[in-house]
């Protein structure tokens, strides 16, 4: 059974600051991993999806990494700003089209 | 449309009655998913359906959830004999193929979701 967890499950930063999200997976038998963002009261919104044969994908400030054998994918925020303050989820999908969501990280931008 | 709406946004009812929760999916999206959100928890699979295949429906927690999809578009979660517990924001989310489709045909597309109050 996949399991999917993320580290820091919160984390709290000053504003310009570049900061990296985990997100770790027991299976590495996936096909692709989307990163999310949740803000209060609101559904999830698409970041970046990255192909089990892709190794990264960027979209303007944020760069997310994937490393299969490890069994982690990482999101990079760069020069992060308090708008970027959000749940941050990540979901595998595995065989049989199976999603797993992980365990999410609230992330805290101060001015 | 645009994005996957969801209706209605607030739903408050009294334990016992049954609910219906709407889902309008992205024009064109054979995919289609409900999930569940209970408060401080994580994102909780109910449903799936693909094109015409048979959905998925192992996430369903109990026979009081049922959940259809009409003509390949819109879906109606039903909840009936509602309890206390079932009190959660349900999500819904739509993707053009199937999750595990290559390129982003599998990336998912959720709507702003449904806050269920069960009183």
């Known amino acids: 059974k996949q399991e999917v967890t993320q580290i820091p499950a919160a984390l709290s930063v000053p504003e310009g600051e570049n900061l990296v999200l985990n997100c770790s997976f027991t299976?590495?038998?996936?096909?692709?991993l989307q990163w999310f963002r949740q803000d209060p009261g609101k559904g999830l919104t698409s970041l970046l999806l990255?192909?089990?044969?892709?190794r990264e994908q960027t979209s303007g400030r944020l760069n997310a990494s994937l490393d299969k054998s490890s069994g982690r994918s990482t999101l990079y925020i760069a020069a992060s700003q308090p708008g970027d303050s959000a749940t941050y989820l990540c979901?595998?999908?595995?065989?049989?089209?199976?999603?797993?969501f992980g365990t999410g990280t609230q992330l805290k931008v101060e001015l | 449309g645009a994005g996957v709406s969801q209706s209605p946004s607030n739903k408050v009812t009294e334990k016992g009655k049954d609910v219906e929760l709407r889902c309008d999916p992205i024009?064109?999206?054979?995919?289609l998913y409900w999930y569940r959100q209970s408060l401080g928890q994580g994102l909780e699979f109910l449903i799936y359906f693909q094109g015409n295949s048979a959905p998925d429906k192992s996430g369903l927690p109990s026979d009081r959830f049922s959940a259809e999809r009409t003509g390949g578009s819109v879906s109606t979660l039903t909840i009936q004999r509602t309890q206390q517990e079932d009190s959660a924001v349900y999500l819904c989310?739509?993707?053009?193929?199937?999750?595990?489709?290559?390129?982003?045909?599998?990336?998912?597309?959720f709507g702003p979701g449904t806050r269920l109050t069960v009183l």
């Open positions: 024009s064109g999206h054979t995919a």
């Open positions: 990255i192909q089990s044969s892709q």
């Open positions: 989310a739509s993707s053009l193929g199937a999750p595990g489709t290559s390129g982003r045909g599998g990336e998912q597309f």
């Open positions: 979901v595998c999908t595995g065989g049989g089209n199976k999603l797993t």
């Open positions: 299976d590495s038998a996936i096909y692709n």
